[in-house]
């Protein structure tokens, strides 16, 4: 299994800033998934997070907006910038088993945010 | 593209009664498929997995069976608790993705009562 902590747990924040989150594994594994779940909505992949490379972004999402750094393969941030009300979401991340042999995805507690 | 749908919550039911939330999905290949139930001020946890046709997954009394002619992983519980309360979702990963990529359903609030 995977432990995966994430920080800040929730946070309140004026529009036009920005917020990084952080995201820690107690293991290493290749690749790391950033969703987004806003109010009473279900949860979407915001991007694929590989180290070494740049993330891979779904439809909808830009780097612009959520710059991702991947720096080793136990740590990842995902940044919220430039933020408006809309981005009032909980941001979670998401691993594959790390041990290299798929059994489901780990997800940390979320970070919920509130922009005011 | 992939999809799944779920019926809608909320779903309130008594506590000891049968619990069934529809799931049925869109998708090319043969995807595997989940639920995931998040209790309330808690993170995402996998409740079971199905990885081809005809496979059965349970866990904590929960069932689900990939049924490929239908395109469906319904989700059952014979006798549900208070416990069971919580925000259940299916969600799917394809065959052509990443594993821990996912593609969820909107969530079905469950509501059980004493």
């Known amino acids: 299994s995977a432990v995966i902590s994430q920080k800040p747990s929730r946070d309140i924040c004026q529009r036009g800033t920005s917020l990084t989150i952080q995201c820690q594994v107690d293991s290493q594994v290749t690749m790391m998934f950033w969703y987004r779940q806003q109010p009473g909505q279900s949860l979407t992949l915001i991007a694929t997070a590989n180290q070494g490379s740049e993330a891979t972004y779904e439809s909808g999402f830009v780097i612009d907006k959520f710059p991702i750094s991947r720096p080793n393969l136990t740590f990842s941030t995902l940044t919220v910038s430039n933020m408006s009300p809309e981005d009032s979401s909980i941001y979670l991340c998401s691993v594959e088993n790390p041990q290299g042999v798929w059994t489901e995805a780990f997800f940390g507690q979320g970070t919920r945010l509130t922009v005011v | 593209g992939n999809s799944v749908t779920q019926m809608e919550g909320p779903v309130t039911l008594s506590e000891e009664a049968f619990l069934t939330i529809n799931c049925t999905y869109t998708?090319?290949?043969?995807?595997?498929l989940f639920w995931y139930v998040q209790y309330p001020g808690e993170g995402l946890q996998l409740l079971l997995k199905a990885t081809k046709a005809d496979d059965k997954g349970s866990n904590k009394g929960f069932e689900a069976t990939y049924r490929k002619e239908t395109t469906s992983f319904h989700l059952e519980k014979g006798s549900v608790q208070v416990s069971d309360s919580a925000v259940y979702f299916c969600?799917?990963?394809?065959?052509?993705?990443?594993?821990?990529?996912?593609?969820f359903g909107a969530g079905t609030q469950v509501v059980v009562t004493p």
């Open positions: 969600a799917l990963s394809a065959p052509t993705d990443s594993w821990g990529k996912l593609q």
């Open positions: 998708a090319t290949g043969y995807p595997s």
